[in-house]
C-alpha cells in the first residue's frame, strides 16, 4: 500500500477551547487547559487537534469576528502559551491545526476602522461597500446567514459594507490583492511558529459576484425556516473565481513542509468537490459534512458513501465529519445507541475523519432557553432551534463540581448527567462508548486497510449496512445495525470466512463461517480470509 501522509492515515479531533478546560477560574477555557489534556488525548489516539478561534475578538461570535489575526486574545493566553502548547503537542506527536477565518474580520479591526474613516481611505477597498439602492435602501437583496439585511449603513460616508454574518463582522474584499497579501502574511506567521495547518472558515464564501447581482427566491422556503432560506446563495458564494483565491492560499500553505489545508464547505456533493481545486491545487480537504445531513437509514448512508466517492476527483483524499460547534451533537441526532454504530462508521470509511470534543463519551446537547442564549444566531431568530450554545457546553471530565473543567461558573450551563457521563467514568467502563471509540481508533491504526483501502458496498436494506475495505494485503468486513431489532444470517462475501475484531458491545471476538448475526444498535468488523 502507498505511503500516505499524516492528514491521511490521522485522525483530527475538534477542540472548541472556550469549553475544553479551564485553568484559572473564569469559567472559559483556555491555551494551558488544552495543555494539560493533551495526554488525554494520547490516550485516546488521535493525531491532530484543531482549535477554533483563539485570536483577539470582541466575541460577537465568540472568536469568528478577528480583530488581531496575529495574536491570542487574552481569555486564552497569550503567544508564549501558545508557543508552549505548540511545543508541547509536538512533542507527544500531535499535530496542531488553527481555524483560520479569512472571509471577515471584526468591525474592530484596525483595518476595519480605517476602511470606514473615508471614501479615500487606502484600506478602503479592503473591505465590500456600495452606493444605495436607487430607493436609499441595500444595494440588493443578500441576507445575513443570522438573519436580516447582510447591508449596514454608514452614514458617515454615505455607503452600505457587506457582512454575510453579523453586522460585527464585516466581509473583506478578496478581489484586493493588498488584502490576498496580508492574509498570505498571516499564514506564515502562524506556520513559523509550528502550526501544522489551517481550517478555513467558510471558504465558499471567500468571492461573491463582481456585479452584486440580487440572489434568486428559494421556492422551497416556508414558515419557520431561517432567514437565510429565503433566497438560494448563488450570487453571495460559491463564485467561480474563488478556486484561483484558494489556489494561492494552498501555494502559501506548501511553502512550509507537510502542512494541510482543510475548507468548510456546505454544499451538494457535485459542487463540494470542485474545492479540491483544478490539479489537486485546492484544499487538501473540503471538509464533507453529509454524514451530519443524513438521515442515518442504510440505504441512505450507502448511496451518499457511493455518491460521494465516485465524485472525488482523482486523487482527491476522502474526509468525513459526525460532528463540530455548528452542529447538533450526534447523540442527540440519532440517540445514544446509534451514536456507537455511528462511530464505528466514521472510523472505518476510507480517508480522514474528524471527531468533536465530548462525543467520544457521548455527550448531548444541553438544553439552554433563549433568554439565556450566548449564540448570536438564536439571538437574532429565537424560537427557531437554530442556537449552537447547546453544543458547545464544557467538557465533562469527572463527577466534581462543574465537570472537572473549572472551579469557577461554567460560562455555558453543564449536562446535568456528567456525574455518570464523564472521562473519568468512561476510562474506567471497559464497555463504555470512550472505550469504543479508543478501540476502534487503535484497530484502524493497526490495520491500514481501514483508513486507504478500497470500499465496497456487500448490502444496503433493512436497516443494515454491509462494506467491504479492501486492499492487497488484508480484507476487513464491516457490518452495521441501525436498527432497534436484531438482524440474523447476514451472508459473507462468497468463499470467506473470518474472525470478529471488534463489536459496538465489546463481547464479541468469535470466528465466523458463512453468516453473520447483528443485535439491535450493533456494528461489528470482521477480518475476512478465503475459505480454501
Not at 270 to 292: C, E, K, S
Not at 432 to 458: C, D, F, M, N, Q
Not at 499 to 520: N, T
Request: charged share 25%; glycine share 8%; hydrophobic share 40%.
Amino acid at each position: 500500500m502507498a505511503e500516505v501522509r499524516w492528514w491521511q492515515r490521522g485522525i483530527f479531533y475538534q477542540i472548541y477551547p472556550r469549553s475544553f478546560q479551564d485553568t484559572n477560574g473564569d469559567g472559559i477555557g483556555d491555551l494551558d487547559g488544552i495543555r494539560a489534556r493533551l495526554d488525554y488525548l494520547v490516550t485516546l489516539g488521535i493525531d491532530a487537534v484543531w482549535i477554533s478561534p483563539i485570536f483577539p475578538s470582541p466575541m460577537a461570535d465568540f472568536g469568528y469576528d478577528v480583530a488581531d489575526y496575529c495574536g491570542i486574545d487574552p481569555i486564552f493566553g497569550d503567544l508564549p502559551a501558545f508557543d508552549r502548547l505548540v511545543a508541547e503537542a509536538h512533542g507527544r506527536g500531535l499535530k496542531v491545526v488553527l481555524d483560520f477565518v479569512p472571509n471577515h474580520s471584526s468591525a474592530r479591526h484596525r483595518w476595519f476602522a480605517e476602511s470606514r474613516a473615508s471614501r479615500e481611505n487606502p484600506k478602503r477597498d479592503w473591505y465590500i461597500w456600495r452606493d444605495p439602492a436607487p430607493d436609499g435602501g441595500p444595494p440588493n437583496n443578500w441576507v445575513s446567514n443570522f438573519g436580516g439585511p447582510a447591508w449596514t449603513y454608514d452614514a458617515p460616508t454615505g455607503q452600505y459594507y457587506y457582512h454575510a454574518f453579523l453586522s460585527e463582522q464585516p466581509d473583506l474584499n478578496w478581489r484586493n490583492p493588498e488584502v490576498r497579501a496580508a492574509m498570505h502574511d498571516v499564514l506564515r506567521f502562524w506556520m513559523a511558529r509550528g502550526v501544522d495547518g489551517f481550517r478555513v472558515d467558510v471558504i465558499w464564501h471567500l468571492m461573491k459576484d463582481a456585479d452584486f447581482r440580487d440572489n434568486p427566491p428559494n421556492p422551497e422556503y416556508g414558515p419557520g425556516d431561517p432567514d437565510i432560506r429565503r433566497f438560494l446563495q448563488t450570487r453571495s458564494t460559491d463564485q467561480p473565481d474563488v478556486h484561483s483565491i484558494i489556489a494561492e492560499l494552498r501555494a502559501v500553505i506548501d511553502e512550509y513542509e507537510d502542512r494541510v489545508l482543510i475548507g468548510e464547505i456546505y454544499l451538494p456533493i457535485d459542487r463540494l468537490v470542485t474545492y479540491y481545486g483544478d490539479n489537486l491545487d485546492g484544499a487538501h480537504l473540503p471538509f464533507n459534512f453529509q454524514l451530519i445531513h443524513a438521515s442515518w437509514s442504510a440505504p441512505q448512508l450507502a448511496r451518499l458513501i457511493a455518491e460521494y466517492d465516485a465524485a472525488l476527483p482523482a486523487g482527491g483524499w476522502p474526509n468525513w465529519v459526525l460532528g463540530n460547534h455548528d452542529q447538533p451533537r450526534i447523540a442527540s441526532r440519532i440517540g445514544a445507541r446509534r451514536a456507537r454504530v455511528a462511530a464505528m462508521l466514521l472510523l472505518t470509511l476510507r480517508g480522514t475523519p474528524t471527531m468533536y470534543y465530548g462525543d467520544e463519551i457521548g455527550m448531548e446537547n444541553v438544553p439552554i432557553a433563549t433568554e439565556d442564549a450566548h449564540d448570536p444566531w438564536e439571538r437574532n431568530e429565537p424560537g427557531l432551534g437554530l442556537g449552537r450554545d447547546p453544543q458547545r457546553t464544557p467538557m465533562q471530565w469527572d463527577d466534581t463540581p462543574n465537570a472537572g473543567f473549572t472551579n469557577g461558573r461554567p460560562w455555558l450551563p453543564l449536562a446535568t448527567d456528567y456525574a455518570r457521563r464523564n472521562v473519568a467514568a468512561q476510562m474506567d467502563d471497559p464497555a463504555s462508548l470512550l472505550a469504543l471509540y479508543r478501540k476502534l481508533i487503535a484497530l484502524r491504526r493497526a490495520h491500514p486497510v481501514l483508513h486507504a483501502g478500497t470500499y465496497r458496498e456487500i448490502t444496503a436494506h433493512r436497516d443494515v449496512l454491509v462494506f467491504l475495505r479492501e486492499s492487497a494485503e488484508e480484507c476487513v468486513l464491516v457490518a452495521l445495525n441501525l436498527a432497534e431489532a436484531a438482524h440474523e444470517a447476514i451472508a459473507l462475501p462468497a468463499g470467506t470466512k473470518g474472525r470478529v475484531l471488534l463489536s459496538s458491545a465489546h463481547d464479541r471476538a468469535e470466528e465466523v463461517d458463512a453468516c453473520i448475526s447483528l443485535r439491535p444498535n450493533e456494528g461489528i468488523i470482521v477480518a475476512l480470509r478465503a475459505t480454501s
